[in-house]
C-alpha cells in the first residue's frame, strides 16, 4: 500500500501563500496521476488541482485557477501545490491522492495538513 505524506499546511493571512508537499512512499514513476483535495467544515470533499505524472498535464478547479499550481518532481517522489493569493474560503483541511491507473476513482490516500486564511 503507498503512504501519501502531506505537509505544509498551516497559519497565513489573506493574500499571502503557503506551499504543499506530498511524498509517496514508493517511486511514482508508475503513477497515473496525483492531485490535491479539500474539505471545509461542513462541507464536501472537493478536487482541487492534480497533474498527470508521466505528461505533466494539470488541471484545476476553477476557484483556485491562476492562484494555484501543482508540480510533479520525479525524482524526489514528490507532488507539490503553491498556492498564492489564498482567500478565507480557501481555508479547508487539504488531502493529497494518487492513482496508478487511468480510472475516475483516487485510490491512494494522505492524511491532511490543514490551511487557515485568516487575519
Known amino acids: 500500500q503507498v503512504h501519501l505524506v502531506a505537509s505544509g499546511g498551516g497559519l497565513v493571512q489573506p493574500g499571502g501563500s503557503l506551499r504543499l508537499s506530498c511524498t509517496a512512499s514508493e517511486r511514482t514513476h508508475n503513477f497515473y496521476a496525483m492531485g490535491w483535495f479539500r474539505q471545509a467544515p461542513g462541507k464536501e470533499r472537493e478536487f482541487v488541482a492534480g497533474t498527470l505524472w508521466n505528461s505533466g498535464t494539470t488541471n484545476y478547479a476553477d476557484s483556485v485557477k491562476g492562484r494555484f499550481t501543482i508540480r510533479r518532481r520525479n525524482a524526489q517522489n514528490t507532488a507539490y501545490m503553491q498556492m498564492n493569493s489564498l482567500k478565507p474560503e480557501d481555508t479547508a483541511v487539504y488531502f493529497c491522492?494518487?492513482?496508478?491507473?487511468?480510472?475516475?476513482?483516487?485510490?491512494?490516500w494522505g492524511q491532511g495538513t490543514q490551511v487557515t486564511v485568516s487575519s
Open positions: 491522492a494518487a492513482k496508478k491507473i487511468k480510472s475516475p476513482n483516487w485510490t491512494e
